[in-house]
Nanobody, 127 residues
Framework: QLQLVESGGGLVQPGGSLRLSCAAS????????IGWFRQAPGKERERVSCISTSGGRTNYVDSVKGRFTVSRDNDKNTVYLQMNSLTPEDTAAYYC????????????????????WGQGTQVTVSS
């Protein structure tokens, strides 16, 4: 069973940065595309970013383009989400999720494509 654990969340001032980590155990992440999602209170879950198994293809929701960067280190079995220029609108619980695929260039944008989910880490952007 693949297990995902997010970390790196916290309280940050507007304009600040955080780096979230998604550490996997149980299986290697080599064959899993990873998605980052977030959900704020009273709002629907939103896709933030996705990355293919090789890391060569990425995808971002428009609201974070140019500010967030997703990357992965398969040797460390970890995926990262670097978040810069944070705004209060980025406040949410952030989740990583994994979807098995044999294809190194695929990523998935729909939450329903993901089988494994972490427990989430809270990001609060406030002055």
């Amino acid at each position: 069973q693949l297990q995902l654990v997010e970390s790196g969340g916290g309280l940050v001032q507007p304009g600040g940065s955080l780096r979230l980590s998604c550490a996997a155990s149980g299986y290697t992440l080599d064959y899993y595309a990873i998605g980052w999602f977030r959900q704020a209170p009273g709002k629907e879950r939103e896709r933030v970013s996705c990355i293919s198994t090789s890391g060569g293809r990425t995808n971002y929701v428009d609201s974070v383009k140019g500010r967030f960067t997703v990357s992965r280190d398969n040797d460390k079995n970890t995926v990262y989400l670097q978040m810069n220029s944070l705004t209060p609108e980025d406040t949410a619980a952030y989740y990583c999720a994994a979807a098995y695929t044999r294809y190194s260039t695929l990523y998935f944008t729909r939450p329903s494509a993901y089988t494994y989910w972490g427990q989430g880490t809270q990001v609060t952007v406030s002055s």
